[in-house]
Nanobody, 123 residues
Framework: QVQLVESGGGLVQAGGSLRLSCAVS????????MGWFRQAPGKEREFVAVISQGGSNTDYADSVKGRFTVSRDNAKNTVYLQMNSLEPEDTAVYFC????????????????WGQGTQVTVSS
């Protein structure tokens, strides 16, 4: 298991940007594919983005494609989610998650989770 701590959330106006970070500790982060998920009040947790162990492959939900970018720095054991052109519909608690080796989109496939960081986009 790895330990994950998200940071970088906050309040931003529609059209603005935020960068979330996820600090990974406890194991070699490069062994893990890393995902970002979000959960809005009253809704299920949904997939946002995932990045492969080495960072060469990524996958995005259609709702964020072209606006969000996931990246990682394994030397710093940190994963990032750059969010641009934010919309009120992006308001949610954002979670990072880790799973060994391969990329997936299902939350149930991830074994380690952070505590989440709140992102609020005002109109």
């Amino acid at each position: 298991q790895v330990q994950l701590v998200e940071s970088g959330g906050g309040l931003v106006q529609a059209g603005g940007s935020l960068r979330l970070s996820c600090a990974v500790s406890g194991r070699t982060s490069s062994n893990y594919a890393m995902g970002w998920f979000r959960q809005a009040p009253g809704k299920e947790r949904e997939f946002v983005a995932v990045i492969s162990q080495g960072g060469s492959n990524t996958d995005y939900a259609d709702s964020v494609k072209g606006r969000f970018t996931v990246s990682r720095d394994n030397a710093k054991n940190t994963v990032y989610l750059q969010m641009n052109s934010l919309e009120p519909e992006d308001t949610a608690v954002y979670f990072c998650a880790a799973r060994l080796y391969t990329m997936r989109r299902r939350a149930a496939d991830f074994s380690s989770w952070g505590q989440g960081t709140q992102v609020t986009v005002s109109s």
